[in-house]
Antibody, heavy 123, light 112 residues
């Protein structure tokens, strides 16, 4: 059974930093691209970032570009999101999701989702 | 950025009746390979989203056949032939053609 378990969400002050993790199991992790998607409380879904199977290709939404860094450790079946210069508008439930493909190419498809980890940016 | 717009945003439906959600994109989602890169997701109350439809009309594994997707280019529709109580939640369409990947605003389906 595919499992994605996010962790690392906490309350952090504006301007602070945070690192989210996603532990993957039940599939061959290094075969697939991975995504982070977020959902502000009571709001819709917002795609955040994508990383290819080997970490060679990454993409970001404009709202986080330059502040967030996605990475993966295939030896540990782990996905990460380093979040710097956090703002109130970054407050959200952050999901990691598995793509159907390994490359970061069109035809994106979130076939498995974790349950999310909550990030609150507040003073 | 490709803008994706859904309607309606709220959809009250009587059980057993059909339902339909529209999704429009600001650019064609028809790839040169002939596939439309448009997905549909359902987020049931208190749950993570789940994939329903990909390529505009292909049902994901385990999705009941009362769900169907249609459309091409910039106009797409998700239809439920006979709504059941378990279908309540928020439906999102998403363009899967280009980054940044973008979602529609979501359509909240509720049972009358």
């Amino acid at each position: 059974e595919v499992q994605l378990v996010e962790s690392g969400g906490v309350v952090v002050q504006p301007g602070g930093s945070l690192r989210l993790s996603c532990a993957a199991s039940g599939f061959t992790f290094d075969d697939y691209a991975m995504h982070w998607i977020r959902q502000a409380p009571g709001k819709g879904l917002e795609w955040v970032s994508l990383i290819s199977w080997n970490g060679g290709v990454t993409y970001y939404s404009d709202s986080v570009k330059g502040r967030f860094t996605i990475s993966r450790d295939n030896s540990k079946n782990s996905l990460s999101l380093q979040m710097n210069s956090l703002r109130a508008e970054d407050s959200a439930l952050y999901y990691c999701a598995r793509d159907e493909h390994g490359t970061a190419s069109p035809g994106y498809k979130f076939v498995n989702w974790g349950r999310g980890t909550l990030v609150t940016v507040s003073s | 950025e490709i803008v994706v717009t859904q309607s309606p945003l709220s959809l009250p439906v009587t059980p057993g009746e059909p339902a339909s959600i529209s999704c429009r994109s600001s650019q064609s989602l028809l790839h040169s390979n002939g596939f439309n890169y448009l997905d549909w997701y359902l987020q049931k109350p208190g749950q993570s989203p789940q994939l329903l439809i990909y390529f505009g009309s292909d049902r994901a594994s385990g999705v009941p056949d009362r769900f169907s997707g249609s459309g091409s280019g910039t106009d797409f529709t998700l239809k439920i032939t006979r709504v059941e109580a378990e279908d309540v939640g928020v439906y999102y369409c998403m363009q899967a053609l280009a980054t940044p990947i973008t979602f529609g605003q979501g359509t909240r389906l509720e049972i009358k």
